[in-house]
């Protein structure tokens, strides 16, 4: 699937750029001014100089003013970098080496399904033109959960895919998703959303049979549990305290579902909220969606039945996936712009397709620069990497 938009050559730049930009990081000393990430960046680092034991039962070591045991989210996000920093690598630049390699990761991944979705061009052009947004740009050197949680989402959509078509692949989405949940906890319910979408529509009609994706479910709902309880045990014999018992405190008993409590916003509000992020952050691709439905009003079902089937499906899918995950996230109270990180790349990809296909110029465009420039993806994405080091200061963030 890579091997269609990457050649290996290619794959071998790529590694080399990223280990390139590994060292930088760590040469520098790079943080990040993003709250989020300079406090992962140092519970990682924190983690690294202990004792392995502890690796699951972060505290907060006066991180924002708070002592005690971290259970905001699971210690997922942390394992890596610790792993890392253990390893002899800088142990806070280590939590933004994690980040950009999943952010490449997830990058590679989405413009290869692209490519199989669509056409390997498209998929080809994806891989620049899906570094060029808002989302992107804010995102680029990060050590939060976002990037994580969409490479597990990305991964376990493929495994539900190659599950329906053979039995050796049963295992990726269970792996996949127990590693989101260990990451961000109840946030799993997003990629759940995506499987769900995916498994309904079946863009690609390859055949196979759906029985095993509901075997491949069912393997990670029991695995999810059972890692959970284990996670418990384990965190019990070191602290002495239920991991969950505090991530139910701290995280899901102060919520309220569908209810607006006195004084908060309500569902109304949390839609606009995220309507408007959802325009911004994967711009110019989420206008390039509305254009083209507005270019083609009033013949919309002719377009639609001239359109490839797989494309047609993706598209659905990409739509479905997002509305229902912010009508899902709209029920609660507490709202922030990257809960819908994953969704909005959903638009993005769906944006980009709609916009090569409608406006032929851009794809001439893409192509003549990629035959002009060698290795152009990778040669964006190194520039872009280097700007975010030299702009970092003046570069807008989510900060909620």
Known sequence: MI?????????TAWTVALLLVAALLGGIGFTSDDPDSA????????????????????????????EGLFREHPAGVFLLPTLLGALGLPGVQAAYIVGVATALVSLVLIAAAIGRISSPADGRAALVLLQLMPLAFIFRIRANHEYPMLLCLVIAVIGIELARRSWRWIWITPVALTTAMLVKAAFVAVPLVAIGWWMLLDPLRAGGSAQRQVVALALAMGLMVAT??????????????????GYWARQMAPLSIGVQAEGRPGV???????????????APWS??????????????????????????????????????????????????ERYIFSPNYALAAA??????????????????????????????????????????????????
């Open 228 to 245: 959970a309880i284990a996670y418990d045990a384990v965190y019990v014999r070191l602290t002495g305290e239920s991991f969950w018992g």
């Open 3 to 11: 091997g269609a938009i990457l050649t290996r050559r290619e794959l």
């Open 268 to 282: 109304l509000h949390h839609l606009g909220f995220y309507a408007l992020r959802m325009l911004w952050h994967p």
């Open 351 to 400: 944006g980009i397709v709609v916009g090569l296909h409608t406006w032929p110029g851009l794809r001439r465009a893409i192509e003549r620069l990629d035959a002009r420039v060698p290795a152009l993806p990778i040669v964006c994405w190194l520039l872009l990497i280097l700007g975010r080091l030299a702009l970092g200061p003046v570069l807008p963030r989510i900060t909620d």
């Open 39 to 66: 406090l992962y960046a140092d519970l990682s680092a924190r983690l690294a100089a202990g004792p392995v034991e502890r690796w699951i039962a972060p505290e907060w070591w006066g991180n924002w003013d708070h």
């Open 287 to 336: 206008f390039a969606l509305l254009a083209g439905a507005w270019r083609t009003r009033g013949r919309w079902t002719a377009w639609w039945n001239r359109e490839d089937d797989t494309r047609r499906r993706a598209l659905v899918f990409a739509a479905g996936f997002a509305v229902t995950t912010v009508l899902m996230l709209s029920m609660a109270s507490r709202f922030a």
